[in-house]
């Protein structure tokens, strides 16, 4: 057999991580809406390699009267990953327990982003297909589930924004890629509301010391602050864009 | 929004009306394609991948090679699977989405199982002895429908695996005795083989409305549609597949029209599919595929 790979680096002497970015600097970030035709609203959400497709149907009438909650409405989540959409072929399983577990993530996230009262005894679908997966899965559906909510015209309390920090080698790093996921460092997944400071989810695997929590919240909520920026800029001009289309005002 | 399925019978007519005159809803004629828009190497993580429109059908397929213990010595595999979910139409909601799903996953297997020669799969073997071999997984995603998921599927597929790259494997003797070869795998990407797609067939799909047939039918045309043909054909002109679905049956001299038709037809998209892949590979440019539908 081969030898021992030597132990990696993840943050070497000058402060760079595999990918060549600093500790606290986020992928590049993409984010495109209405992308698909049939759903209410749709988006792509793009950090580094990942890339996360959204589809939302609703509000609607709810398929299974049984369902039905008379005070709000009911929010249902479908994950799906494309079987090529990490480093090995995964075919696709429905019973997946990382999906069912991602799916109620998403599912109590959305219910807490949307004003539910609004659209009582009716139901939205939230579908969402990874189409390539390189680390900060979980930020990634939630930033692409608020883009779709969003072009979908949906009424929402704030602007979700997600973030991953971990601790490695003692070093805070925030937006993780999948070597650096595969780590086995403790990773932190944050759901953040910019406008009300609050946040939403949170989620923390697997273990982590008090006082590394601190900082390692800090660098996530700090990292969901610049993804807010960014993606607020976007979605304004993608709303200034359907808003010339329209005729309303000109450039 | 494009709810095609519910028709009442005025549209119904009228879409009949049109097809009777070779001038359909988009203005296409009755054997017409939609046009077709590529781009390929659209997932890095993948050993080849293609985003495919045609029309409002719009497919994500990529291809994964994995290396295995040959079951048929000096045989490799490849397998399909194609699915449809509730993201490319609300009619694929849970069950019905999972039906489809499995028949789209059924008809390319078929047609990969039997209308490619055994060369394709030879090739696919590593090493003298063939013990181990190339498991090439294919597989496609619908993200939009607007009709004829099925040649759009196979045409992404036949794209992903024409942008596929093997890699090139040394295949060492074992040191000790009962040890199987070892095999070493070339890392650099001059060492990549791309997959022959000289062999890969496409499905063409005529659909029967009224007394007359079209190729290519939109959502809205295969709800009018009394029975439906895939046939699949290869770059020789040869037939691979073929696969009846949908209600009333088919007069045979119709039949035979049908398969005459397809088999022009599929001869001349896989044309403009070698070219198309070929362009795509050369450019680099930015994916309009997944931008924003302009209406």
């Known amino acids: 057999g081969q030898g021992r790979m030597s132990k990696l680096e993840y943050v070497d002497l000058s402060g760079l991580r595999i990918d060549g970015r600093r500790a606290h600097e986020l992928r590049n970030i993409n984010a495109k809406l209405g992308v698909l035709t049939q759903p209410d609203g749709s988006a792509i959400f793009e950090i580094g390699i990942t890339k996360v497709l959204c589809a939302v149907y609703g509000p609607r009438e709810c398929t299974l009267r049984s369902k039905e909650l008379h005070d709000r409405?009911?929010?249902?989540?479908?994950?799906?990953?494309?079987?090529?959409?990490?480093g090995e072929h995964k075919k696709r399983s429905r019973g997946d327990r990382q999906i069912g577990e991602l799916t109620t993530m998403l599912k109590e996230s959305a219910e807490a982003l949307l004003l539910t009262s609004v659209h009582p005894r009716s139901q939205i679908d939230i579908v969402i297909e990874v189409m390539q997966s390189d680390g900060s899965l979980k930020a990634a559906c939630l930033n692409a589930i608020t883009l779709a909510l969003i072009d979908a015209g949906l009424p929402m309390r704030d602007f979700m924004v997600a973030c991953t920090a971990g601790c490695i080698d003692g070093r805070v790093i925030v937006d993780t890629n999948y070597i650096e996921d595969s780590a086995r460092g403790p990773e932190l997944v944050v759901a953040y509301l910019p406008n009300q400071d609050k946040v939403v989810t949170c989620q923390l695997?697997?273990?982590?010391?008090?006082?590394?929590?601190?900082?390692?919240?800090?660098?996530?909520?700090?990292?969901?602050?610049?993804?807010?920026?960014?993606?607020?800029?976007?979605?304004?001009?993608?709303?200034?864009?359907?808003?010339?289309?329209?005729?309303?005002?000109a450039t | 929004m494009n709810r095609g399925g519910l028709l009442s019978k005025a549209e119904r007519d009228f879409v009949e009306g049109g097809v009777e005159e070779s001038v359909r809803s988009d203005g296409r004629e009755r054997l017409a394609p939609r046009p077709v828009e590529l781009k390929v190497g659209v997932v890095p993580q993948a050993n080849g991948s293609c985003l495919l429109r045609c029309g409002g059908t719009r497919v994500l397929a990529g291809t994964k090679v994995e290396l295995e213990a040959a079951e048929i010595v000096g045989r490799g595999k490849l397998t399909c699977s194609i699915s449809c979910s509730m993201l490319a139409s609300p009619?694929?909601?849970?069950?019905?989405?999972?039906?489809v799903s499995a028949e789209l996953t059924r008809s390319m297997n078929q047609m990969m199982a039997q209308g490619m020669p055994k060369e394709v799969y030879s090739r696919l073997a590593v090493g003298e002895e063939g013990k181990q071999c190339w498991h090439v997984h294919c597989d496609a995603s619908v993200l939009d429908y607007d009709g004829t998921s099925l040649d759009c599927c196979s045409m992404a597929i036949y794209a992903a695996l024409a942008?596929?790259?093997?890699?090139?494997?040394?295949?060492?003797?074992?040191?000790?005795?009962?040890?199987?070869?070892?095999?070493?795998?070339?890392?650099?990407?001059?060492?990549?083989?791309?997959?022959?797609?000289?062999?890969?067939?496409?499905?063409t799909t005529l659909a029967q409305i009224g007394q007359r047939y079209v190729v290519d039918a939109t959502h809205t045309?295969?709800?009018?549609?009394?029975?439906?043909?895939?046939?699949?054909?290869?770059?020789?002109?040869?037939?691979?597949?073929?696969?009846?679905?949908?209600?009333?049956?088919?007069?045979?001299?119709?039949?035979?029209?049908?398969?005459?038709?397809?088999?022009?037809?599929?001869?001349?998209?896989?044309?403009?599919?070698?070219?198309?892949?070929?362009?795509?590979?050369?450019?680099?440019?930015?994916?309009?595929?997944?931008?924003?539908?302009?209406?």
């Open chain 1, 73 to 86: 409405m009911l929010v249902q989540v479908e994950v799906s990953t494309l079987p090529f959409a990490s």
């Open chain 1, 205 to 249: 695997e697997p273990k982590l010391s008090l006082e590394t929590l601190g900082p390692v919240m800090e660098a996530a909520l700090q990292g969901c602050k610049e993804l807010y920026k960014m993606l607020h800029a976007m979605v304004l001009e993608h709303s200034c864009q359907l808003a010339t289309n329209r005729g309303t005002f």
């Open chain 2, 91 to 99: 009619m694929f909601e849970g069950r019905a989405g999972e039906d």
């Open chain 2, 163 to 203: 942008n596929t790259l093997i890699p090139q494997v040394k295949v060492l003797l074992g040191t000790e005795e009962g040890a199987g070869p070892e095999i070493e795998l070339m890392d650099s990407s001059d060492d990549c083989l791309p997959f022959d797609v000289s062999d890969v067939p496409i499905y």
């Open chain 2, 221 to 295: 045309e295969e709800s009018c549609a009394s029975a439906r043909v895939s046939i699949a054909v290869n770059a020789n002109g040869k037939l691979c597949a073929s696969h009846k679905s949908e209600g009333r049956g088919l007069h045979p001299s119709q039949l035979a029209l049908m398969l005459q038709a397809a088999q022009r037809i599929g001869l001349d998209r896989l044309e403009t599919l070698k070219a198309l892949v070929a362009h795509s590979n050369s450019h680099d440019g930015p994916d309009t595929i997944l931008e924003r539908p302009i209406f």
